[in-house]
């Protein structure tokens, strides 16, 4: 027995991953469910509010604040045009003496309106660009029109009797300030002429004459200033009264849904980012290959992606090998992609036997492992196809070859290991060409219970393996999904290792776990092939339902069976007239490799 060299590594390091405005669009595309769901709920939230808050009606009434130009409040002059200072007048309209009044007049309880008043009253000055304002507009909100109208005349009048009543009892003192100094100029004057009628010398009576005029001329002018108080305006200004509105006020029911719905879009545009930051599936090629650290070898579409979860519950109907069913499909042009970055990889690092394995139980390895083998065999390679899923290979369904013998046999009882392998005829009820058909071998799981984990890595299984190598270019094994104990077990005994991860499925985490397993037990991994998610509208081959046992016809002999004719590669590289052109991302494997597609018919 021959030990396993470990073969040449590409040293292949992924690129590292750039963003740009793609990587947004292609997240949009991913989330736009989410992001017109989260969305349409905040429009709904908006319409909801508008509905539960009811129309909302809103009336202004205005009060001119008259100046103090004359009167006992100026300590100087009266000038022409003198202002009251509006910002203070702003204050006292909202002050709590103000809407205590406004209680009264509205008749409500005042602790109830004071707590409604931070939020439906609002006291303005209206800008003038030429003067400066001297009006106050004070508004009320309210659920009716008469109600907001009724509002804003009761706070205008409570302003302004505050504004009366101040005014009021300013002059009030100081009227009575007046009659105090009149009183007290007129006991002095009395005194002063008392001293006058008693004095001889005519110096003190020209003294006592001169402080009595001033008393007098004090007295006169304290008595003027005290009978022109009734004349002075302490009303504080002129009111105009509210009109009732004539529509609701505030942003209307559209606005609102408007506005809830732009912000359910950022809600939900700041919810799909999030959700994909932390979403760690594989998405494309580049996190694909970042993950593995090796290249990609293909992007294979989904077509008839089989579960092998579902394997293990029943036996399944096997699913059409495309390049055989259908040559010229998406599917069976990304099989032969798949064939010649294998072939080019295995030709450079000298392998000969791959396992192909799947990171999760989404997709099942059997069928990437029929493609990629009657594609290497239409290429003139001779292919063994080893069953070697523990769980249950799809490979003996595909190729419909009989599992009286296989693998188990061979493990449990010895003996040559050609004898237990069978070449098929067919694939789902395709028949096989004759050149096909000579070049591709099976050697299929057989009966009885799944082989225990020791007999995999035992040396009956390593010296198969090697006998096997001599007679075939290539070997495929398939291999469990997910990172099971026999993978580990099977991958002592290949050359290299071909990991499937399915699209939008398949998580960065498997794939690393299953890298870090793989390194353990000196498996390398030759590369990666990302099956693409389901997709409605691509053109896909369809699975094809092998007939009953009893109703299937005979397959003919190779020699007397009708073959269709083999096409060249001149007919598979033009494009069909009726058939839409499609292009496939060219492999990393392949990028600087001058190499072209080697033609499909046998040698």
């Not at 470990?6 to 669009?25: C, G, K, M, T």
């Not at 009434?61 to 004359?70: I, M, N, W």
């Not at 029911?253 to 408007?258: I, N, P």
């Not at 032969?336 to 990171?359: F, G, N």
Request: proline residues 6%; aromatic residues 4%.
């Amino acid at each position: 027995m021959s030990v396993r060299q470990p073969p040449v590594s590409d040293d292949f390091a992924a690129e590292p991953r750039s963003v740009d405005l793609r990587d947004y669009w292609s997240i949009l595309r991913r989330r736009w469910r989410l992001i017109a769901a989260i969305a349409l709920v905040g429009g709904l939230a908006g319409v909801g509010y508008s509905v539960a808050r009811g129309p909302s009606y809103t009336a202004t009434a205005e009060v001119v604040v008259q100046p103090v130009t004359e009167g006992p409040l100026n300590q100087q002059p009266a000038q022409a045009g003198s202002q009251v200072n509006m910002s203070t007048e702003q204050a006292i309209a909202q002050s709590e003496p103000v809407v205590q009044q406004a209680a009264g007049i509205l008749r409500v309880p005042a602790s109830k309106l004071e707590s409604v008043a931070a939020s439906k009253l609002s006291v303005t000055v209206p800008a003038s660009t030429l003067t400066i304002s001297n009006v106050l507009q004070i508004s009320w909100q309210a659920k009716s029109r008469r109600a907001a109208q009724q509002g804003a005349d009761a706070f205008a009048s409570a302003y302004l009797s505050y504004r009366h009543h101040e005014l009021a009892g300013q002059i009030s003192v100081l009227e009575g300030t007046l009659q105090q100094q009149i009183n007290s100029l007129r006991a002095q004057m009395e005194t002063q002429s008392a001293r006058l009628a008693g004095t001889v010398s005519a110096s003190t009576r020209q003294i006592l004459t001169i402080q009595l005029n001033q008393l007098s001329s004090q007295a006169s002018t304290a008595e003027a200033q005290l009978n022109a108080l009734p004349t002075y305006n302490d009303s504080g200004g002129t009111m105009i009264p509210a009109v009732m509105p004539g529509k609701p006020s505030g942003l209307g029911r559209s606005v609102l849904a408007g506005i809830g719905l732009i912000l359910g879009l950022l809600v939900g545009l700041a919810v799909a980012f999030a959700r994909d930051f932390f979403d760690d599936r594989v998405r494309d090629a580049t996190q694909l290959e970042q993950c593995l650290g090796a290249p990609l070898l293909a992007i294979m579409p989904s077509a008839k992606a089989v579960a092998a979860s579902d394997q293990r519950q029943h036996r399944l109907q096997s699913a059409a090998v495309a390049i055989a069913a259908d040559p010229d499909s998406s599917a069976a042009d990304a099989a032969r992609i798949l064939r010649e970055t294998v072939m080019a990889v295995s030709s450079r690092r000298d392998l000969r036997a791959l396992m192909v394995i799947a990171a999760d139980t989404s997709i099942s390895a059997g069928l990437i492992v029929a493609e990629l083998g009657v594609a290497l065999a239409q290429s003139g390679k001779r292919v063994l196809l080893v069953a070697s899923d523990t769980q249950g290979s799809v490979l003996p369904q595909i190729f419909d070859v009989g599992e009286n013998a296989g693998l188990k046999e061979l493990l449990i009882r010895g003996g040559d290991p050609e004898a237990f392998t069978q070449s098929p005829k067919q694939t789902a009820g395709v028949v096989l060409p004759t050149e096909v058909a000579d070049r591709l071998t099976v050697l299929p799981s057989g009966q009885g219970p799944a082989y225990p984990l020791s007999a995999l890595d035992c040396d009956r299984m390593a010296n198969a393996l090697h006998k096997l190598r001599e007679a075939h270019d290539l070997m495929l094994l398939d291999a469990q999904s997910g990172a099971g104990a026999d993978i580990f077990a099977l991958a002592s005994h290949v050359d290299g290792v071909i990991v499937l991860a399915r699209e939008a499925h398949t998580r960065s985490k498997e794939l690393m776990a299953l890298r870090h397993h793989l390194g353990q037990v000196d498996a390398p991994v030759v590369g990666g092939v990302l099956v693409r998610k389901v997709r409605s509208g691509r053109s896909q081959h369809t699975s094809v339902q092998p007939a009953p046992a009893g109703d299937r016809p005979a397959v003919a002999a190779p020699e007397q069976a009708p073959q269709p004719e083999p096409a060249s590669i001149t007919t598979l590289l033009e494009p069909m007239e009726d058939a839409p052109t499609i292009t496939f991302p060219v492999p990393s494997a392949l990028k600087g490799t001058g190499s072209s597609r080697p033609s499909d018919q046998g040698a």
